[in-house]
């Protein structure tokens, strides 16, 4: 039924109950899976009335330590699909984008099905900060299951 999940991930506990349910369902259905891990793009400079607010943090360091905790979080994931049996390739991209990036790696890895975790933001929260499981709902031509 479904060949190939991608697995989006932001380390969290949640999302781990997500990992979890998907690598699962991909044993049961001998599928393969894909775990997906964003990070934030290195913050442009802001220009306000005369001064430049920049990072003090170089991008060569931002990227090293963005590299690092993906891989941290892909390496946890790896581990646990091999207990499962389940085979696993791993993916990090940056991007200001998740949601944009989890849709465009569902097509290019051909993945039939995405399986994430809801972060289950209400009210105020959920219309300011948004959610990019909603996005992905709302944009995905690939079908998409929610963990709670």
Known sequence: MY??????TDGSKLSAKAVKSA?????????????????PEYPSPIYSEGAVFTSYVTRA???????EAARKVLAAIEKQAAAL????????????SPS??????????????IVMASHGRHGVAALLLGSETQKVLTHSKVPVLVVR
């Open 23 to 39: 690598l699962t369902l991909a044993r049961d259905l001998g599928s393969k899976a894909t775990a997906f891990y964003a990070t």
């Open 100 to 113: 944009e990036s989890i849709i465009k790696l569902a097509t290019r890895r051909k993945c039939d099905l």
């Open 85 to 96: 049996g389940v085979t696993l390739a791993t993916e990090h991209a940056a991007s200001n």
């Open 61 to 67: 360091d931002y990227t090293r330590a963005q590299t």
């Open 3 to 8: 060949m190939h999940i991608l697995i989006p």
